[in-house]
Nanobody, 135 residues
Framework: QVQLVESGGGSVQAGGSLTLSCVAS??????????MDWFRQAPGREREGVAT???????NYAESVKGRFTISRDNAKKTLNLQMNSLKPEDTALYYC???????????????????????????WGQGTQVTVSS
């Protein structure tokens, strides 16, 4: 069973920065066949997709974090990172790392047509790391 373990959460003031990391227990999960994503869930709100790193090396971001967050992947270290800058109080949430399996045989065109910020695409989840931003 593949496991994902997040770290790097903490408390910062608005305008500050944090870097989250997610370590996978299996090599292949961060290289091919999987889409990696960061999600977050604030109290009383639904979990939302924040940033995606796909097997083609492309990234996608929720509108609320574009220009402030950067997702990256280190295949050798089996890690997925999320650099968060210019943090706002509304970024306060429990942040999760997730892995979604790319359907076998799917074309790149079909792959790009899917919404990879959708929670339903992901079947492997970490336990989460808390990020708190104070004003």
């Amino acid at each position: 069973q593949v496991q994902l373990v997040e770290s790097g959460g903490g408390s910062v003031q608005a305008g500050g920065s944090l870097t989250l990391s997610c370590v996978a227990s299996a090599y292949g999960i961060t290289y091919r066949g999987y889409v990696m994503d960061w999600f977050r869930q604030a109290p009383g709100r639904e979990r939302e997709g924040v940033a995606t790193f796909d097997p083609y090396g492309e990234t996608n971001y929720a509108e609320s974090v574009k220009g402030r967050f950067t997702i990256s992947r280190d295949n050798a270290k089996k890690t997925l990172n999320l650099q968060m800058n210019s943090l706002k109080p509304e970024d306060t949430a429990l942040y999760y790392c997730a892995a979604g399996i790319v359907p076998y045989g799917i074309t790149q065109t079909a792959f790009k047509a899917l919404d990879w910020l959708a929670e339903s695409r992901y079947s492997i989840w970490g336990q989460g790391t808390q990020v708190t931003v104070s004003s």
